[in-house]
């Protein structure tokens, strides 16, 4: 099982982080991608990605937009000199409305930035959005080209909707993570069933967002196991045939010929 969005790198691992990945493997877990948020923290991702053979992403968060270098090309390119194929996609960049942690117009400008890069790189693309949803799909529509662009919605929570846009206006896949689990999340619900598993990929955004019965602690990467089963529920089919199908979707996504 493939692990598509995590943040192993952050510090709350610091204390655990090789038995936290030992438990990983135990529940089936063969492949990580941990997300960098700015560049130190790309730099973090992609050295703890290459200490425990994981793979990692290179990435400018829209809370961290308005730190975003002026050359931000060269710095992606800087990383990935040094990091070689350990790095596996841009992001996660994308638009944050709820918090507005950096100015609006300088995360729509480092989010188009980043899917410039995206594509004359041929890399994929880990987006974040939240509450800014017809500025993100105008970004994607001005940019994001489908004919040879790959990407995923990372933590999608938005409604039947909004995940057929992403996924049949842009290809998009969506990444589906602990909110899934969760008795309020009905909609997200729906909208895995209006999509289906082709669409998706699992996710855990560890150290955040603990599924259900784990809800309030420390996520891990281990917990994965526990969204890919309700995923199975909502769409009525065996745990096997999701966690086949969402690995083979997410080694597509990022190309993945062995677990990372």
Do not use: W
């Amino acid at each position: 099982m493939i692990d598509t969005h995590a943040h192993v790198h952050d510090s709350a691992f610091d204390a655990d982080r090789a038995a936290m990945l030992e438990r990983a493997r135990e529940a089936g877990i063969d492949a990580i991608v941990t997300v960098g948020c700015d560049l130190d923290d790309s730099r973090r991702a992609c050295e703890i990605a290459e200490a425990y053979r994981l793979s990692a992403t290179v990435g400018i968060h829209p809370h961290e937009a308005k730190s975003a270098p002026a050359d931000l090309a060269a710095a992606f390119d800087r990383l990935r000199e040094q990091f070689g194929s350990r790095i596996v996609a841009v992001g996660e960049t994308g638009l944050d409305y709820h918090y507005d942690h950096s100015p609006r117009n300088r995360q729509r400008e480092v989010l188009e930035a980043q899917i410039a890069y995206a594509r004359e790189r041929a890399l994929p693309l880990v987006f974040h959005q939240r509450e800014a949803h017809d500025d993100f799909v105008a970004a994607l529509r001005a940019g994001f080209d489908r004919a040879r662009g790959r990407g995923v919605v990372h933590c999608f929570t938005g409604t039947p909707v909004e995940a057929r846009v992403f996924s049949e206006e842009f290809g998009l896949l969506l990444g589906i993570g602990g909110v899934v689990t969760f008795k309020t999340a009905g909609s997200l619900r729906d909208a895995v069933r209006a999509v289906g598993l082709d669409a998706l990929v699992l996710e855990t955004d560890c150290p955040y967002l603990a599924p259900v019965p784990h809800r309030g602690e420390r996520n891990e990467p281990a917990y994965a196991l526990e969204t890919a089963r309700t995923v199975a529920g909502v769409l009525e089919i065996e745990l096997a045939e999701v966690i086949a199908r969402t690995d083979a979707n997410a080694r597509k996504l990022f190309a993945l010929e062995v677990a990372a």
